[in-house]
C-alpha cells in the first residue's frame, strides 16, 4: 500500500482544525484562525512523526496529552489550569465524536486498505470522507451541547455582579433572565434590574429620593443634580405592573463573574426597584442572558482576566 504524506498531513490539518472550531464554539472561546491552523499544523506533524516512528515513546498516552495540551495552548490560550483542563476535555470529546462519525462512514464505503500504525488509520478513501466525518461530527456534538446546556441548573441560573459609581461598589446576585430585555429607550444600554436597598450602597438614600421626585415630576433639590446627567427613564411591562416606568441610573462600570469568567461593562444602566424581587433573598438583581453571555463584538462588552 502506498502511502503519501503529504495526504496525510492535508487530512490531519483538515479533521484537526475542525475539532479545534469546534471545541472553541462549544466552549465560547474567541477563536483565532492562524493560531488554530498552526495548532493543527502541530498535531498533524505529531501524526506524521508517530506514523513514520518505530520509537513506541510516540504512541504512548502521556505524548498525547503533552501534544493535546500544547495544541489547546496554542490555539486558545486558556488564562488558568482549570481552563485548560475544560478545553481538553472538551477537545477530546469532540475528537471521540468525530472518530466515532468517521467510522460510520468508513464502515459503509468500506475502503479495500486501511493500515493502523501507532494508532494512526490510513486508508485508501477520499479526502472528502474524512471532511464529511468532521462535519457530521461537529454537528451532532454541538447539537448535544446546546441540549445539555439548555438543561442548565439552579446554581447555573444566578451570577454575581460588582456595580460601581463614583468610586463607590456594591456586590448583588443577580438572577439570569432570559425574559429581561430591557434597554434605555434613547441610548439602547442594557438594564439591570436591582433592588433598591443594594442601591443605597452606592448611591445615597436622599438622592434616590429626590431622583423619584425627578420621576414624578416633582422639583428636585441641589444635591442630586449631579446625577442628573445619569438618569434614564426606562419603560417596562413587567415586575407586577403594566406600562411603567423604573428608575435607571447609568453607573461607570458592572463586573460580572460567571461560570469562572469575568466580565466587564462600561455602558449599562441600573434600573432601581423599589420593592424585594426574591422573598427569600436569594438574589437581588435581575440580568439578561446576552449580557452574561455577551461577546467581545459588543461595544459595552469587554471579557477581563480572572
Do not use: W
Not at 475528537?95 to 490510513?122: T, W
Not at 433572565?177 to 450602597?201: A, M, Q, R, S
Amino acid at each position: 500500500m502506498t502511502v503519501y504524506l503529504d495526504i496525510v498531513l492535508l487530512e490531519n490539518i483538515c479533521m484537526n482544525y475542525i475539532i479545534l472550531f469546534a471545541t472553541g464554539v462549544i466552549n465560547k472561546t474567541k477563536i483565532n484562525q492562524i493560531k488554530l491552523f498552526l495548532s493543527s499544523l502541530l498535531g498533524s506533524i505529531y501524526a506524521v512523526v508517530s506514523f513514520l516512528s518505530n520509537l513506541e515513546i510516540y504512541s504512548t498516552v502521556i505524548i498525547k496529552i503533552l501534544v493535546s495540551v500544547v495544541m489547546i495552548n496554542i490555539a486558545f490560550k486558556p488564562e488558568t489550569i482549570k481552563k485548560c483542563i475544560k478545553e481538553i476535555i472538551i477537545f477530546y470529546l469532540t475528537s471521540f465524536c468525530f472518530g466515532g462519525c468517521a467510522f460510520f462512514l468508513l464502515y459503509y464505503i468500506r475502503p479495500q486498505d486501511i493500515l493502523m500504525k501507532n494508532g494512526i488509520y490510513i486508508g485508501s478513501y477520499p479526502i472528502k470522507v474524512a471532511l464529511l466525518g468532521g462535519i457530521m461530527g461537529f454537528i451532532v456534538i454541538n447539537i448535544a451541547f446546546k441540549i445539555v446546556k439548555g438543561r442548565i441548573s439552579q446554581n447555573d441560573m444566578f451570577c454575581k455582579i460588582q456595580i460601581t459609581l463614583k468610586e463607590k461598589h456594591t456586590q448583588v446576585i443577580a438572577m439570569i433572565d432570559t425574559g429581561n430585555l430591557l434597554k434605555d429607550p434613547i441610548t439602547k444600554f442594557p438594564v439591570i434590574v436591582v433592588e433598591e436597598e443594594k442601591i443605597k450602597n452606592i448611591l445615597d438614600e436622599k438622592v434616590i429620593k429626590e431622583l423619584k421626585n425627578l420621576l414624578e415630576g416633582k422639583e428636585t433639590k441641589d444635591f442630586a443634580e449631579e446625577y442628573l446627567s445619569k438618569v434614564r427613564l426606562i419603560p417596562f411591562a413587567s415586575l407586577g405592573k403594566q406600562n411603567g416606568m423604573l428608575l435607571g441610573i447609568k453607573v461607570d462600570e458592572v463586573i460580572i463573574e460567571f461560570d469562572e469568567d469575568k466580565k466587564k461593562i462600561k455602558d449599562v444602566i441600573i434600573g432601581i426597584y423599589d420593592k424585594k424581587l426574591c422573598k427569600n433573598e436569594k438574589y437581588n438583581a435581575l440580568i439578561g442572558l446576552d449580557l452574561v453571555q455577551g461577546s467581545e463584538k459588543d461595544e459595552y462588552y469587554r471579557k477581563i482576566k480572572v
